[in-house]
C-alpha cells in the first residue's frame, strides 16, 4: 500500500516537470516566435498534461503558471506597442487556458466522486454478509432483444452465457466453492437445479417486461452436491443498458424451510395426537355403536339356525335372517371404517367434501354420547350447498371437537335447554358452518380461546381449539367464535369451495 501512494506521487512529480518543461518551451517559442501572440493558445496542452495526474492542486497550479508565462511573454514582445490584436490574442489564450483548466477541474472532481462512491459500493458489496455477485447479461440481452420470451432451451444457452464479472466471498460461500475467484469471470451453471432453470426463464421473462426489481425462490447445488434453498432479489442498477450489470443478491433459507418442515411435521403430530384422545373421549359411544349390530348379527344368526332345523326349512324366514345379519355386518364394518380413519396418520388428503353429509356423519358418531347428556339437535343446512375443498378427516375432526365442546359447554344447563344447534350456509365463495350452543357463553376475550394451551376446563390441555384454527387457517378458511345474545357461544369457520365449483361459477 506505502508503495504504491510513493509510485502515484512519483508518477505525479515527473508529470507536472513535464508539464512545466512543456510550458518553458511555449514560452520560449511565444517570445521569439514571429507568430505574434498565436503561440499561447498551447498553453492548454500544458493544463490538459497536468490533468492526466488526476492531482487537483497540479492542474491549478499549471492553469495559473501558464497564465502568468502568457501574460509575461506578452510583456516581452509588445510592452511598448499599443493594444491592438496581439492583446487580443492574449485574452482569447488567457481565456482559453482558464476554461481548460476549470473543466479539468470540474472533471477531477466528478471523477473523485465517482471514485469514492465506487469504493463505497465496493466496501459494502465486499463486506456484506449476504451472498452477491455481478454479471454480464449483454449476451442474454442480444438473444432475447426480438421479445420474444425464452423456452427452455434459449434459458440453458443464456445460463452459459451469462458471465459473473464480481462476487463476494460470502457468494462463493453460498455455492461451497473456497474462494470469489472461482465465480469470476464463469457462470454457475454447474450450480443449476430444473428449480433454478425455471427459475432463470421467470427472472428473464420479468427482465424483459421492465421490471425493476425480481424477487424468486429457487434451489441451488453446492460444489459438494447438497441442495440449498435461497430467495434471489436481481436487479438493474442504473446505466446498465443492455443488461451489461446485473445485480443478484441471495439469501440462503435452507434452514428457515427445514425449520418450516419440521414445524409442519410436529403439528401433524399433535393434530393426530388429538383425534386419538378425542376418540378416547368417545370410547363409550363406539362399543355402543359396535355392540349393537354385533348383538343383531348374533340374534338373527340364531334365529337363522332354528329356522333351519324344522323339518321344513321356512326358506324366506332364513333369507331375511341372513340379510339382515348382512346389513347389521356391514353397519359394523362403517363405523369401524369411520374410526380407522379418525385415527390413521398419515398426510392430508385433498378432495371435495360435501359438509352437510360430513356433518350427518359425524352427529351420528356422537349420537350417543349426545343423548346420554340429553343434549337435543337441530341442523339447518341451505339448499344446493357446493362442496368445499379440504382433507374430510381434518375437517371431521374441527366438527367434532366444536360438537363435544358445545356438549361440555352445556353439562351444567337446566336438561330442557340443551339445544345444540348447526347451520350451514353457502357464504359468497365458501361455505359457512356455525355450531352453536346453550351453555353459559365465554367469560374471557373470545380469542383467547385460541392460544395454545390456554383452557377453562380443569382437566383441558388447551390445545383443541388452537389445532382446529390451525387445520381451518391451513384449508384456506377462518375460524372464529362469539357469545350469543341471550346466553351460550358460537363457534363459526368458513372454508373455501372446491375449484372446480369456482371454475364453474
Given at each position: 500500500m506505502r508503495g504504491d501512494v510513493e509510485g502515484r506521487r512519483l508518477v505525479t512529480r515527473v508529470q507536472g516537470a513535464a508539464a512545466m518543461a512543456l510550458a518553458l518551451v511555449i514560452f520560449a517559442l511565444d517570445v521569439l516566435s514571429p507568430l505574434q501572440g498565436a503561440v499561447a493558445v498551447l498553453y492548454t496542452i500544458v493544463v490538459l498534461m497536468a490533468a492526466r495526474s488526476h492531482d487537483r492542486a497540479l492542474m491549478i497550479v499549471a492553469g495559473i503558471a501558464s497564465a502568468?508565462?502568457?501574460?509575461?511573454?506578452?510583456?516581452?514582445s509588445h510592452w511598448s506597442e499599443p493594444l491592438g490584436s496581439p492583446a487580443m490574442r492574449l485574452v482569447v489564450s488567457l481565456t482559453a487556458i482558464g476554461i481548460t483548466a476549470w473543466l479539468c477541474v470540474r472533471n477531477h472532481a466528478a471523477a473523485e466522486q465517482q471514485h469514492r462512491s465506487e469504493i463505497r459500493y465496493r466496501t459494502i458489496f465486499n463486506a456484506a454478509g449476504l451472498p452477491i455477485w455481478e454479471g454480464d447479461w449483454s449476451a442474454a440481452y442480444a438473444i432475447l432483444r426480438s421479445g420474444a420470451m425464452p423456452g427452455p432451451e434459449d434459458v440453458d444457452r443464456i445460463a452459459r452465457v451469462a458471465i459473473i464479472r464480481d462476487a463476494n466471498d460470502a457468494a462463493a460461500q453460498l455455492f461451497g466453492l473456497s474462494g470469489r475467484e472461482a465465480l469470476v469471470g464463469g457462470t454457475i451453471v454447474a450450480h443449476h437445479t430444473p428449480a433454478a432453470e425455471a427459475t432463470l426463464g421467470h427472472i428473464l421473462a420479468a427482465l424483459m417486461r421492465g421490471d425493476p426489481t425480481i424477487e424468486e425462490e429457487t434451489q441451488f447445488l453446492t460444489a459438494s452436491g447438497e441442495v440449498v434453498d435461497v430467495v434471489l432479489r436481481v436487479t438493474?442498477?442504473?446505466?446498465?443498458?443492455g443488461w451489461t450489470r446485473v445485480l443478484t443478491m441471495a439469501v440462503d433459507v435452507t434452514e428457515r424451510n427445514r425449520a418450516q418442515a419440521r414445524l409442519a411435521q410436529s403439528q401433524a403430530e399433535l393434530t393426530h395426537v388429538s383425534r386419538v384422545t378425542t376418540l378416547g373421549q368417545l370410547a363409550a359411544s363406539i362399543a355402543h355403536e359396535v355392540n349393537q349390530p354385533l348383538s343383531a348379527i348374533i340374534t338373527y344368526a340364531k334365529s337363522g339356525r332354528r329356522w333351519l332345523a324344522r323339518e321344513a326349512p321356512d326358506a324366506p324366514e332364513v333369507v331375511?335372517?341372513?340379510?339382515?345379519?348382512?346389513?347389521n355386518g356391514t353397519r359394523a364394518a362403517d363405523v369401524i371404517a369411520r374410526i380407522r380413519d379418525l385415527a390413521r396418520k398419515a398426510d392430508p388428503q385433498h378432495g371435495r367434501i360435501e359438509m352437510a353429509a360430513l356433518i350427518d356423519e359425524t352427529l351420528a358418531l356422537l349420537q350417543r354420547d349426545l343423548q346420554t347428556h340429553d343434549v337435543?339437535?337441530?341442523?339447518?343446512a341451505a339448499d344446493d350447498l357446493p362442496p368445499v375443498s379440504?382433507?374430510?378427516?381434518?375437517?371431521?375432526?374441527?366438527?367434532?371437537?366444536?360438537?363435544?365442546?358445545?356438549?361440555?359447554a352445556m353439562a351444567d344447563a337446566p336438561e330442557a335447554e340443551r339445544e345444540l344447534c348447526v347451520d350451514i350456509e353457502h357464504?359468497?365463495?365458501g361455505v359457512s358452518v356455525a355450531v352453536c350452543d346453550c351453555g353459559t357463553g365465554i367469560a374471557a376475550d373470545p380469542e383467547r380461546l385460541f392460544?395454545?394451551?390456554?383452557?377453562?376446563?380443569s382437566a383441558g390441555l388447551g390445545m383443541g381449539l388452537s389445532i382446529c384454527r390451525s387445520i381451518i387457517e391451513q384449508h384456506g378458511g377462518s375460524l372464529v367464535a362469539t357469545n350469543n345474545?341471550?346466553?351460550?357461544?358460537?363457534?363459526?369457520?368458513?372454508?373455501?369451495?372446491?375449484?372446480?365449483?369456482?371454475?364453474?361459477?
Open positions: 502568468l508565462l502568457a501574460i509575461a511573454g506578452y510583456f516581452v438493474l442498477p442504473p446505466g446498465s443498458d331375511d335372517c341372513l340379510d339382515q345379519i348382512a346389513a337435543a339437535i337441530r341442523v339447518t379440504g382433507d374430510r378427516v381434518q375437517i371431521q375432526q374441527v366438527l367434532m371437537n366444536l360438537i363435544l365442546n358445545a356438549e361440555q357464504d359468497g365463495g392460544a395454545p394451551f390456554y383452557t377453562t376446563k345474545a341471550i346466553r351460550g357461544a358460537t363457534f363459526r369457520f368458513r372454508l373455501p369451495i372446491s375449484n372446480e365449483e369456482s371454475a364453474v361459477a
